[in-house]
């Protein structure tokens, strides 16, 4: 993010702002953005598609975050969702904390992070209802197992199929989790792609964006990270295939559209 001085208004055009300029941190006005969010300190976050299924799919986005919120985990709520108009939006809880990649932690901070983060995990692996609509994971690795029906494809597919099933967050990016320097988790971004699927999923996502101190605790405090990181390995194994066909435009849910459930033909 960075900080923004804006005029008498800001038009945004599918998630970018113009008739803007840019200030220093101290000539700051209350406001800050990204790509497709404007965060104002009256507590709101105004959050704008960047893509057309974003724009067509707000109502489920809105869905999704609030379905996870209702689950007990540290999720901001969804205030109003404006899905019509010349500029769809939502609008949300600006919540506090700062990401994860722009925040240096103690050897303290590190620890309890990494046991927030182990506990958040636990937390969601004891969800096993959602939205009965959505795709499942499980279904998702067997069309790509039949899109593309390479080894890793098909191994991906069979264990997907025999793996415990429970909400993946599907992003667990360092920008998505947001924490104070205390170590502790404020609140997790971005339930976009919120879905039933592995675990495994989710802790090889924090595994590979959170400091190693970090995983460090998580790990102690996770019996069964090995078996969890054995079977991300497998889907894992997938992404080679996966960006030969993201290239080719002819991924089945990597593309920008609506995950599909039958390959493309």
């Known amino acids: 993010m960075f900080d923004l001085l804006l005029g008498n208004h800001v038009i945004i055009i599918t998630g970018r702002a113009r008739s803007v300029t840019r200030c220093s941190p101290r000539e700051n006005r209350g406001v800050r953005t990204n790509r497709n969010r404007i965060e104002f300190d009256s507590g709101v976050v105004r959050r704008y598609p960047i893509q057309s299924w974003d724009r067509d799919a707000l109502p489920t986005i809105a869905a999704r975050q609030t379905a996870a919120r209702d689950a007990g985990l540290p999720v901001p709520a969804i205030l109003a969702v404006h899905a019509t108009g010349a500029h769809p939006h939502l609008v949300m809880q600006r919540a506090a904390g700062t990401p994860l990649m722009e925040t240096d932690l103690s050897q303290a901070a590190s620890e309890r992070l990494g046991a ?26 067997e069309v790509l197992a039949r899109t593309a029906p390479e080894p890793a494809c098909v191994a991906a597919a069979e264990e997907a199929a025999h793996a415990p099933i429970s909400l993946v967050h599907g992003d667990l990016s360092a920008g998505n989790l947001l924490v104070n320097t205390d170590g502790d988790l404020i609140a997790v971004l971005d339930w976009d792609g919120a879905a039933l699927g592995d675990p495994a999923m989710d802790w090889a996502a924090l595994v590979a964006n959170c400091p190693p101190p970090v995983v460090g605790s ?25 960006h030969e066909l993201w290239l080719a435009g002819e991924h089945p849910w990597l593309s920008g559209d609506r995950p599909l459930v039958e390959p493309r033909t």
């Open 116 to 141: 927030e983060l182990a506990h958040l995990a636990d937390r969601m692996r004891h969800i096993v209802d959602w939205i009965a609509e959505d795709p499942t994971w499980p279904v998702l690795w």
């Open 218 to 242: 998580m790990r102690r405090l996770t019996p069964e990270h090995s078996e969890l990181e054995r079977r991300a390995k497998v889907y894992l194994d997938t992404w080679p295939v996966q």
